[in-house]
C-alpha cells in the first residue's frame, strides 16, 4: 500500500499515489468534453512520454474510460477519488479493466486521473535525414521512406514526406 500525506492540491497526492514516474509529468487540466480539444487529448495520452495527470467528473468517468478502450490506448492509470476524505477511493489498471472494476454507483466529488506513459512509445536514437538518404541510396520509394520513418516517429506520413521530397 502507498499513502500520501495530504496537501492542498489533489494533483500531487494523486502523482505520488500512483506509483508513476514522478521525475516530470505533465497536469492538462479537465478532460476535454467534444471537439478537437478532445481528439488532441486522447491523441497525447496515446503518445506521452511522461506521466499526465488531469481532471474529470464523476458523470463523465465512464465515458472517457470508454473512449481510451476504444482508441486502444493501453496505459495504466490510476483513478484517485475523493482524496485525503473519508470516501478516498483508488482504482488502478487499464481502462478496460478500471471499466470493470469501477462500480455503476452515482459518484459525487472530485476524480483525478493518473497516467502512466506510454508504453508503445520507443526511443530510438537515430537521425531521420540521414536514415532517407539510405534508404534513397537503396532505391527505396520517398513515399515508403516517409511512412517508415513515420512509424517511428510517430509523425504524419505526408509531414515526413514534405521534409524528405526534394533529397
Avoid: H, W
Avoid at 478532445?38 to 491523441?43: H, I, L, N, T
Avoid at 495504466?76 to 472494476?101: H, M, N, P, W
Avoid at 532505391?139 to 521512406?145: A, D, G, L, M, Q
Amino acid at each position: 500500500d502507498i499513502v500520501s500525506i495530504p496537501g492542498p492540491s489533489s494533483v500531487l497526492v494523486a502523482l505520488t499515489l500512483s506509483g508513476f514516474d514522478t521525475d516530470k509529468f505533465t497536469f492538462l487540466g479537465f478532460v476535454p468534453k467534444s471537439g478537437k480539444e478532445r481528439v488532441k487529448f486522447y491523441d497525447d495520452v496515446d503518445n506521452a512520454q511522461l506521466t499526465l495527470i488531469c481532471f474529470t467528473s464523476p458523470r463523465r468517468l465512464k465515458k472517457d474510460l470508454e473512449e481510451l478502450v476504444s482508441k486502444n490506448i493501453e496505459n495504466e492509470i490510476v483513478v484517485c477519488r475523493e482524496l485525503t476524505k473519508k470516501f478516498e477511493t483508488i482504482y488502478r489498471g487499464s481502462a478496460k479493466k478500471l471499466l470493470q472494476d469501477i462500480p455503476d454507483t452515482k459518484y459525487k466529488g472530485e476524480i483525478t486521473l493518473v497516467i502512466d506513459k506510454s508504453q508503445k512509445i520507443k526511443t530510438i536514437d537515430i537521425d531521420n535525414m540521414d536514415l532517407a538518404k539510405k534508404l534513397i541510396g537503396y532505391k527505396v520509394p520517398k513515399r515508403e521512406i516517409a511512412k517508415i520513418i513515420s512509424s517511428i516517429t510517430q509523425e504524419k506520413v505526408n509531414k515526413v514526406y514534405d521534409l524528405i521530397k526534394n533529397l
